[in-house]
């Protein structure tokens, strides 16, 4: 007999109030699952987060598998590939080309090899990722997504997690929903990677990356679907509001990503990869292995204005 799984409470307009079942939704409604004919997926979560097997990454991609690919990273938000031990920066590079091109952060320690960044913790004294963001979103036209590689990895910790803020979005109240869909929110890069710089270093680089602004609500550019899109160390107001309530709400939609049935967390080995979709999701490398040392690269995939 099928069990009837009993409607969701409506969401509580205080999110941590919220308990019972969540709206887990892979991909948007009306979209079947894809049947992969190269890829071989095992989700890691009901609806972000799968890890595949089957493919060597140090291999040209030709076009069935990159098509697969671009389809796994859509369907899953964030794909996992391990053992890639023949990969280095030269297929880095050819596996971010299925997407697009290379894009520097113009704030991470360079590789050596262009468009690779190497976060290192020789060179990032502990790293300071470990805040929930979206890659790049103080550019007016943020980064559509990464690739990272683990170079080395501490024997404990230093783990990555990932939340699906598709997902964050649909569980929102009605009454949030109704008051965010319009709105609009200035990113900038300034109160985060800013505050370690000289005044006269922040003003030479803001004449290349101004604030910029995004919908709060943003239409993924590849599946239409509405995406919860504001991130703590980037967006810093909502457009239109006074200063109270637009921090209010800023923090509240900022615990979003913290809810627990929204993410995917991943252990690194050497020479795993992780791709995400960096606007369907936000991101937060651990940050608990200090002293130990930890070496990775990624390269961002350059992105489109978004709407
Ligand atoms: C990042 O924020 O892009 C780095 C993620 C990580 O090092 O796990």
Redesign the pocket.
Same mark, same amino acid.
């Given at each position: 007999m099928a069990t009837t799984i009993p409607t969701p409470k409506p969401a509580l307009d205080k999110p941590l109030m919220h308990y019972g079942r969540r709206v887990l939704d892979r991909t948007a409604p009306g979209n079947s699952p894809t049947q992969y004919q190269i890829l071989d997926i095992s989700p890691l979560t009901l609806h972000i987060g799968a890890e595949i097997t089957g493919v060597d990454l140090s291999q040209p991609i030709g076009d069935d598998l990159a098509e697969e690919l671009r389809q796994a990273l859509l369907e899953w938000k964030v794909i996992f590939f391990r053992d890639q031990h023949a990969f280095g920066p030269e297929q880095h590079l050819a596996l971010a080309g299925v997407w697009g091109a290379p894009e520097e952060?113009p704030f991470?320690p360079k590789s050596g090899t262009a468009g690779v %960044?190497r976060?290192a913790k020789d060179a990032m004294a502990i +790293?300071n990722?470990n805040i929930w =963001?979206s890659?790049h979103s103080f550019m007016a036209a943020p980064a559509l997504g %990464?690739v990272?590689r683990a170079v080395e990895v501490p024997p404990a910790g +230093?783990?990555?997690m990932w939340a699906d803020m598709a997902v964050a979005y649909d569980n929102l109240s009605a009454s949030m929903k109704e008051r965010i869909d319009t709105l609009t929110a200035v990113h900038d890069w300034v109160p985060s990677w800013g505050s370690a710089m000289t005044e006269d270093r922040v003003t030479r680089l803001r004449q290349t990356l101004p604030p910029v602004e995004h919908p709060v609500v943003v239409r993924h550019p590849r599946t239409g679907r509405k995406v919860l899109y504001v991130n703590e160390p980037f967006t810093t107001r909502i457009v239109g509001l006074s200063d109270t309530e637009s921090r209010e709400l800023l923090g509240e939609l900022a615990l979003q990503a913290r809810i627990p049935e929204y993410q995917v967390r991943f252990r690194?080995q050497p020479d795993s990869i992780?791709i995400w979709d960096n606007i369907a999701v936000q =991101?937060?490398?651990?940050n608990d292995y200090y002293p130990q040392r &930890?070496v990775?690269e &990624?390269i961002?995939i350059a992105g489109v204005p978004l709407s």
């Open positions: 952060n991470f %960044s976060l +790293g990722e =963001h890659d %990464s990272l +230093g783990d990555t690194w992780a =991101h937060y490398a651990i &930890r990775m &990624r961002a």
